[in-house]
Nanobody, 115 residues
């Protein structure tokens, strides 16, 4: 079992920045992928950024050049630095960790980009 706790969401103006944090606990040594997804109202949950085996990182085309995924292995945490935020980035952001075929999700954190 893996437990994920997210933090860092909030309200920001267009062009602003936010940093999301996700701390993992439990059976963390089995994690082979970790990343962020988001779900806007009325839309399906989509991948934002993901690191595979903490070696390669994939980004959604819509966030490339604006968002950066990083990790702190000592704290068993991953972060999502979000710059140049747009209203269309508004969504609930979820942290996800894969352990073999099993997926674990955080509770989600709201990000709202609005003037």
């Amino acid at each position: 079992q893996v437990q994920l706790v997210e933090s860092g969401g909030g309200l920001v103006q267009p062009g602003g920045s936010l940093r999301l944090s996700c701390a993992a606990s439990g059976s963390i040594f089995g994690i082979n992928a970790m990343g962020w997804y988001r779900q806007a109202p009325g839309k399906q949950r989509e991948l934002v950024a993901q690191t595979i085996n903490f070696r390669s990182t994939n980004y959604a085309d819509s966030v490339k050049g604006r968002f950066t995924l990083s990790r702190n292995s000592a704290k068993n945490a991953v972060y999502l630095q979000m710059n140049s935020l747009k209203p269309e980035d508004t969504a609930v952001y979820y942290c996800k960790a894969d352990v073999g075929p099993d997926a674990y999700w955080g509770q989600g954190t709201q990000v709202t980009v609005s003037s």
